[in-house]
């Protein structure tokens, strides 16, 4: 079978769910290899588990003090190296950079932000503000397709796990964009806003109090967004914000309280699987858009809605 190569989405060796997503999908394509570019030992144990027949490990010494350029200069080396038939990387900023820049160095299609990927190669996208869904399939050179989270549900198959030191060569002109310095982002307790499997989101209607917002989000086990409104008037950081000036989300179920459900929102949130709506306009364009609605005030619907579930979960 071919060869499907996979940048793996780590946290100091610390392997991201949205890895395991893209080695089930790589699955589909051919066999997977997994590619991690960082110190210490690669965590080929975890990769194998969701079926990484080979592990590319790359000491990122000469790396980790720069911006992208490095590591499209890494996948375009190995693609040189093993012809893969496909390549996905995840649907992050970062990884959108490096796709970019990765399909320039080896002259092939790109094809970022899809929620799905068939096994002849087509992918699924929802384009123009979420307007429209398209199917699309890269015609030259190696596939480069980046994937959004939560786009698969991640399946365990056992992989050979095979690990292969890659030796990279870094040109100069990408050392050109230098870390000068970083600082960790404050921990919440909650998953991350773009890769979460639940988002409970707040708008205007929340009149900038979010307690009843997140406290269902905990019952979940959910992350927290909010609407743009809420974040222009304050009442959440941009880092929240949902929507296409914010971060564009694809969770399996997406509530969305006190949301109006303006384009600007519905186009960062309208892939997700399920979405549920609570607002006491009962004309609001958000419930165009759901599966599930429910007409009536955030801080009363929410509480009770919390309360069940804990009890439930109790």
């Not at 596939?143 to 365990?156: C, D, G, Q, W």
């Not at 900038?208 to 917002?213: E, K, P």
């Not at 549920?276 to 609605?293: C, Q, R, S, T, Y």
């Amino acid at each position: 079978m071919s060869e499907i190569l996979v940048l793996v989405d780590h946290v100091d060796g610390n392997v991201r769910k949205t890895t395991n997503e893209l080695l089930t999908i790589a699955r589909r394509l051919g066999e997977p290899s997994a590619v991690f570019i960082g110190s210490g030992e690669a965590p080929v144990e975890a990769l194998k588990k969701f079926g990484a027949e080979k592990v590319y490990a790359v000491d990122d010494a000469e790396i980790k003090g720069y911006l992208v350029a490095p590591k499209a200069e890494v996948l375009a080396q190995l693609a040189e190296k093993c012809s893969p038939a496909a390549i996905l990387i995840p649907s992050s900023a970062e990884g959108k950079e490096i796709a970019g820049r990765l399909a320039i160095k080896i002259e092939s299609g790109v094809i970022t932000d899809a929620v799905d990927v068939a096994d002849s190669g087509v992918t699924t996208q929802s384009v123009f503000a979420g307007s429209f869904t398209v199917q699309a399939k890269v015609t030259k050179g190696t596939p480069i397709i980046t994937v959004k989270p939560n786009s698969a549900a991640p399946e365990e198959v056992a992989g050979a796990g095979a690990l292969e030191q890659f030796a990279a060569t870094i040109s100069d002109g990408a050392k050109t964009a230098q870390i000068v310095a970083s600082q960790p982002r404050q921990a919440t307790g909650r998953p991350e806003l773009t890769e979460a499997a639940i988002v409970v989101s707040g708008g205007r209607g929340t009149g900038g109090d979010f307690t009843a917002v997140e406290a269902l989000a905990d019952s979940l086990g959910a992350a927290v967004g909010a609407s743009r409104a809420a974040v222009d008037s304050g009442w959440k950081p941009h880092a929240f914000q949902v929507g296409q000036t914010g971060k564009v989300v694809s969770p399996q179920l997406y509530v969305a309280n006190g949301i109006s459900g303006a384009i600007q929102h519905r186009a960062g949130m309208q892939t997700s699987k399920t979405i549920v709506a609570v607002n006491k306009d009962e004309e609001a364009p958000i419930f165009e858009l759901v599966d599930f609605g429910v007409v009536g005030d955030l801080h009363t619907v929410l509480p009770a809605l919390t309360e069940a579930i804990n009890e439930r979960k109790g």
